[in-house]
């Protein structure tokens, strides 16, 4: 991150904390947008998520026997599933070699709610090719 007044650093993990992510924000918005994804998994899961297209995320996973990766429709994301305590913290998406990724608002550990502002999304009949630009356009790199 450059270090500028309104740079962010937000952490988030699954429940038991076997799967973490950092997401560095730089000039972070006062309030985050939050994208609840109209989607059966995500409903189920109760997920809604962010991304910074300008900032970077990592993940570490302490143990990755307790890790699985969900895909479902174009198969072209990771769900980050803990076989632990069954909260998904992640999506990635390798799009052209490169990594990038959404992050469940509701893992944040250091963001408190009312700092985020939540609106419903869409994706359905989206084809592929369209899917992976949007992604490549507004969903966070790998630093």
Request: hydrophobic share 30%; glycine share 6%; net charge negative.
């Amino acid at each position: 991150m450059s270090g500028g007044a309104n740079d962010r650093r937000i952490n988030g993990s699954c429940h038991c904390g076997n799967i973490r992510f950092t997401l560095d924000w730089p000039n972070a918005p006062d309030v985050i947008p939050i994208r609840a994804c109209s989607c059966t998994l995500c409903r189920k899961h109760n997920a809604a998520w962010t991304s910074s297209p300008m900032g970077s995320f990592s993940i570490k996973v302490d143990d990755e026997s307790k890790l699985t990766y969900y895909r479902f429709g174009t198969q072209t994301a990771d769900f980050y599933t803990c076989k632990n305590c069954g909260v998904i913290p992640i999506v990635t998406s390798d799009i052209e070699g490169a990594l990038y990724a959404v992050v469940n608002a509701y893992t944040f550990n250091d963001v408190d709610p009312s700092e985020m502002a939540v609106a419903t999304t869409d994706f359905e009949g989206e084809d592929t090719d369209t899917r992976l630009g949007r992604r490549q356009k507004n969903w966070t790199p790998e630093a």
